[in-house]
Structure formats: C-alpha cells, structure tokens
C-alpha cells in the first residue's frame, strides 16, 4: 500500500480510543468513519458542519454534537478493532465529493475538488508518477541531470528513480535538505501547516508539531531521501557552476566544482533547476559591516560556536527568519536590539507552537483517511479565497493603506491581536502596526511570542534607518548601540535566480542576458533558447497568497515528467517552449500581478520585488490554476527537434 495510506493496526482498549478521539478533529474523525464502513449516513445525518473556519477543524459544531459524533466514530472504530482492522475499500469519488462538501461546508467546486482528488490520492493511485516508463533504449539517450538537492530535487530524484530514468543529483552541501538543512538559527520553524508542507505521497504522522521545527523537517526530509534510496544518486559538496547547451549533441554541458575546487564536465540531454528561491543569504550593504570586530552571521549562516549568554545582540531585520530568531535567544542574551526596517503583519494562530496533540497523532496512525482529510482542511483553509485580500481595488477609500473592503476587514482582525499584546504600549504599538494591507508582504503567524519578546525590558526596538556599523556598535539617526554580536536576518538575493550559476543556450546566450534583471519563465518552468532546461521554484511561481510550495513543486515535476515524456514518445532531442508562447505567458502574468497589492509602489521593501522595484518571483494565480496550467504540455506551445 501506499506509504501515505498506511495504518498500523489499533490494539488499544476502549477508553483509550476514547481518549485519543477527545482531542482530535470531529470533522476529520468522521470522514475516517466513512471510510472505514464506506457508510454515507456519517455525512447524511442532521448534524453538519456549520462554519469552516480558519484554524478550526470542527466545523464550529456544539460541544453536544461534538460528542455525539465521538460517540458514533467510537463504535465503529471499536467493531473495525475487533474485526481484526481489515483493509477498507477505496470509497467512490462521489462519496467523497460529499464528505468533502460536508466537511467545507459548501460544494466544493470541480476544478478544486480534482486537485484535492489528485492531492489526497485516497485509491493510492500515484497519479503524480512521471507518464513515462524509461526502456533501456531511452536509457542510452536519456540523462538528466538536477541541482540542488533540497526539498524540490529530492522530489525530482524520486520521481526520476520511480520512471526508471537515469539522474544525478549536484547538491552543494553534504547533505539533503536545502532551507531545513541550512537554516538552524534557533526557533527556525516552518510557518505553513506541517501536514501541508509534505509531499503529497508521504506519510506526515510523525510531525509532533502542527508547525515543525527544523530539525524535525530536516529528519521527514533525510527519512524520504533514505527510504526512497537516492543516496548513490547525488555528488555531494558539487557546485555547479555553468551549464552551456550544445546544440550539436543536443546536450547540457555542465561545468562542476567539486570538494577540492577540481573542476569536471558531465554531459546530460536535460537539465533541472530544483535551487530553490530563497537559497543565497542577503548581506546588507550596511557601511562599516566588515570592520566589525564581533561574530556577524546571517541566520541561513548561523555560527553556533558563538555563545550567546550575556552577551549584546543586534538583530538586524524583523521578517520572517528575525521573527522567530528573536524570541528563540531573547532569555539567553544579556541585551537584544532590534532594527526593524517595516513591521510585518502577523496572523493569530494558535497552533503555531503548539505540539500535535497525542490522540490526532494516534488518529493519523491508526485511522483510515484520517491524515488525509486533516491535510484537505488545512488546503481548503489557506486556499485561494485568501487571494483577494491583495487583489488592489483603487477606488477603495482606505487605499493603500488597506487594499478592499476584505482587506480591511482583516487589518481590523490582525491589529486587534497587536492591541491584545502591546495597547498600553503607545509607542510600541506604532513601531509594530504595519501601514500597508495585511498580506502585501510575507504574513507571518503568531502565538504573540514576537510582541511579548519585544516587551522586555532588555530588549529595545529601533525602528530608524541604520546609518553605520562601528567595531563594536551599530547607528542609528537615533544613537549609537553598543553590541557584541550582529545577527542578519535580511533575507535572501530572491530576485537574482539561479545566482550565480551561468546557463548558457542555444547560440551561447546567457540566461542572465535574456532575464537582464526580469527573470521569467513559461509557466515558471522553462525559457525558450534552453531547450530540456526546467526549473522547479523558477520564476513566476513563489506562493504568497496561501499554500504549501510543495504542492506547486509537484506540479512542476509532473510537468516537467510530460515534457520528458514528449521527448521519449517522439523520439525527440530537445523540446522547448515557443518564443511566442512564453511572451503571452509573462504578459498575462504581468497584468495578473498588477492587481495585486505586491508590487505597489507603496510597499517600499520586500523581497518580492526586483531591483526595478517589480515582482518576478511570485505566482499571482489561483493555485488550482497553476495546477490546471501545468498539468500537460500544450503541444501547440512548444518547438521539439
Ligand atoms: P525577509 O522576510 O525578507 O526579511 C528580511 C528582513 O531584513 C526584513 O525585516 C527587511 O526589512 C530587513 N532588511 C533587509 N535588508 C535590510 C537593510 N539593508 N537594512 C535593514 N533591514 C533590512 O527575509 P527572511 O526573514 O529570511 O524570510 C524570507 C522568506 O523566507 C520568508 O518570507 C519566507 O517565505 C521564508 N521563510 C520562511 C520561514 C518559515 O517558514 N518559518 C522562516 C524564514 C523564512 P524590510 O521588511 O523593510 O525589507
């Protein structure tokens, strides 16, 4: 069976099932009822969801029909335990359908309910296997070389080895990972729901937190690598410095230096970027920065040699990564000063710390269908409704400041939850309550640890631009700090892709060349003039408005799977997107992106925008969209050879 389908069979008494149902998702629960008797009356009966609701699993039901359907979940489960807990039949997409309305509270639309279909893969069907079958001939002719061996060229790896298709991995680092191997700063935390961010075709009910921390994502990346044995595939401490086409052999010529610094070719007929957006750390331009004389790392660089206790700290930037640094190191730091360039909106979550509580790890374990259902309610909760909340409406009256009436709505949410934890804090307040509407920038969730952290009396915000960097201090307009060590949490050089690789294609054009500061891709995946060149996280494909980049990740590489696949069945060389096609693709994303708050002069600084002050790096689209998009090779939009 499927690994993403696999229960382990249930040996605990009544009262511990009952236990472990106390605390779980009702509405998860059910679903699991229906499959383990293929009975609808679970869904059919007077009680129903009310509400779905962000970080609610229990469709906002009564305590009393809570219970009620714990009651009848028990029984079932109870009868299918002594029953030895047989195998259950797949149900019928129709079923389904229905739990899934049930569930959502609403129809679930078509279009939607076939990438949950395809997602949930309830029959264990693979439909995200690559539509190719390697021969031994193909074999001989096909090679495919990827960078990167991070969550997307892990991904590639494994469905690669599945097809039975010849590969290598070049992974700079000496080990599998990417951001979860790199990035150890403490309180380092993905901040999408950990049963989202997985692959779609693993088991994910180990996480013993609803939002893992690295170290935990590390272990669920290096456990796939190794169940799936993609070890003897990847040359480690490799870089891959440039890759030219050779038109003649219709080949990828790659230039890699190896761990001595000892350069090598290798030759592969296609070549996959799996490098990752956010991968190369942002070193300000900070003047003085390198006559510091005390430790300065970047928190993707992060020097754990250097003891913290009692000592001084600057953290520069309050994004993502500095939101979690600061209130992972404020109890061990004698003093932390804070230089937050733009607040950032943070959500209310409520799970954001929490531990998987023991019964829904019970239930992913032992209950059919369950773990899937719970991942269709956190897809179905950071869906793509959440789009609109940029979508710019000009003649909004409260515009920019808030982007629709929607947005507002939200801005009175998120600045409720700021009033919560700092309102008898004037000052404090309007240092952290952005001016720009929720979402224009990366969100970040919150239990309310950032804010209690900047409330301590050791700690101090500065929020002034910094003017200089002294041996042993930072300034400000407002003064000199005085510090020992200087953490930078500035993000990553996002918009320079593929930096500082050089691909090189037909009649020896650099990408960088084509790009010149605009890198585009048809359908965030290639560039016509780099025949059999992919890439996985490209352009044009960074999520912003809700979702897991796995999901679009999978996309990629089931697209990238048909192209090969064009190539096999054709006995084609080379294929490659038409100039045409690529010119329309990046008009019609351009325009999307223009009515999107992301891109508005009014936000000042974010890494979602160029140099040029545009965004290239980010999908503006449905994501049952880009799914739709990137689900076949559209012939017409395409030059094979
Ligand atoms: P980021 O969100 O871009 O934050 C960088 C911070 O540094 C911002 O506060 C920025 O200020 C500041 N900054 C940059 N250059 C500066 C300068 N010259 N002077 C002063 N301040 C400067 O970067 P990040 O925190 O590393 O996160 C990047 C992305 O990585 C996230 O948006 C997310 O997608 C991902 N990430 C995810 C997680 C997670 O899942 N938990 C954790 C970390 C990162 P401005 O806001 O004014 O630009």
Redesign the pocket.
């Known amino acids: 069976m499927s690994r993403h389908l696999r229960t382990e069979p249930i040996h605990d008494d009544d009262a511990a099932i009952a236990r472990a149902l106390a605390s779980i998702s009702v509405s998860a629960l059910t679903a699991a009822a229906v499959h383990i008797t293929g009975d609808p009356s679970f869904v059919r009966g007077p009680i129903r969801p009310r509400e779905f609701v962000l970080n609610e699993f229990n469709g906002m039901l009564a305590e009393d029909e809570k219970a009620e359907l714990r009651v009848r979940a028990l029984d079932t489960i109870r009868a299918w335990r002594d029953a030895g807990c047989p195998p259950v039949a797949p149900l019928s997409t129709a079923l389904v359908r229905e739990v899934m309305d049930w569930i959502a509270c609403e129809p679930v639309p078509d279009d939607y309910a076939a990438l949950y279909l395809e997602e949930m893969d309830l029959a264990g069907r693979n439909p995200r296997a690559l539509p190719v079958r390697a021969t031994a001939c193909d074999r001989e002719e096909l090679s495919v070389l990827v960078i990167g061996c991070g969550e997307a060229g892990l991904l590639a790896g494994i469905r690669l080895k599945e097809a039975g298709i010849p590969f290598e991995i070049i992974e700079k680092s000496g080990d599998v990972g990417g951001t979860w191997l790199d990035?150890t700063y403490p309180g380092?935390?993905?901040?999408?729901a950990t049963h989202y961010y997985s692959y779609s075709f693993e088991a994910n009910d180990g996480f013993s937190e609803y939002y893992a921390r690295q170290p935990e994502l590390y272990r669920y990346f290096r456990r796939v690598f190794d169940e799936h044995g993609i070890a003897e595939h990847v040359r480690w401490h490799s870089e891959v410095e440039r890759a030219a086409w050779d038109e003649t052999a219709s080949r990828w010529q790659v230039t890699i230096r190896g761990p001595q610094g000892l350069r090598e070719t290798r030759s592969a007929r296609v070549l996959i970027s799996a490098v990752g957006l956010?991968s190369r750390p942002?070193i300000?331009d900070?003047p003085g920065l390198d006559g510091f004389e005390g430790p300065v790392f970047h928190?993707a660089e992060w020097d754990h040699s250097v003891d913290l206790r009692g000592k001084r700290v600057a953290l520069?930037?309050?994004?993502?990564?500095?939101f979690?640094v600061g209130p992972a190191i404020v109890d061990e730091v004698e003093r932390l000063v804070v230089?937050?360039?733009?607040p950032q909106w943070m959500a209310p979550n409520p799970r954001y710390h929490a531990p998987v509580t023991p019964g829904e790890r019970w239930a992913m374990r032992h209950l059919p269908g369950f773990a899937r259902w719970y991942r269709f309610m956190l897809m179905w909760q950071s869906s793509d409704k959440l789009l609109e909340l940029v979508r710019a409406d000009e003649t909004w009256p409260d515009f920019p400041r808030t982007a629709n009436a929607a947005s507002a709505a939200r801005r009175e949410v998120f600045s409720r939850w700021i009033e919560q934890h700092v309102g008898d804090d004037p000052v404090l307040k309007g240092q952290v309550t952005p001016d720009y509407p929720p979402m224009a920038?990366?969100m970040l969730q919150d239990n309310g640890s950032w804010l209690r952290c900047l409330r301590r009396p050791h700690v101090e915000l500065v929020t002034d631009g910094?003017t200089g960097i002294g041996p042993s201090s930072v300034t400000t307009a407002e003064g000199r700090f005085d510090v020992d060590v200087i953490v930078l949490?500035?993000?990553?050089r996002a918009s320079e892709l593929l930096w500082p690789m050089e691909i090189v294609g037909r009649d020896s054009v650099p990408l960088s060349k084509v790009w010149d500061g605009k890198p585009a891709a048809y359908r965030g995946i290639s560039v016509p003039g780099f025949p059999n060149f992919f890439m996985m996280a490209g352009p044009g494909t960074g999520i912003a408005h809700a979702g897991s980049v796995i999901l679009t990740t999978e996309c990629q590489m089931r697209y990238i799977g048909d192209a090969i696949r064009t190539l096999v069945d054709g006995d084609h060389r080379a294929i490659e997107p038409t100039q045409e096609a690529y010119d329309r693709y990046q008009q019609e994303l351009q325009a999307e992106i223009a009515t999107l708050m992301w891109g508005h002069p009014s936000i000042e600084?974010?890494?979602y925008k160029a140099a040029d002050g545009k965004v290239y790096v980010l999908c503006p689209w449905r994501l049952v969209d880009y799914w739709t998009m990137t689900g076949r090779v559209v012939p017409d939009d395409h030059h094979v050879s």
Do not use: E, Y
Not at 188 to 192: F, L, Q, T
Not at 316 to 322: D, E, N, P, R, V
Not at 489 to 492: D, N, Y
């Open positions: 990035n380092a935390r993905v901040d999408v956010l942002l300000p900070l928190t520069i930037g309050a994004g993502a990564s500095g979690q230089f937050q360039r733009t920038k990366r910094i949490a500035t993000g990553f600084h974010s890494w």
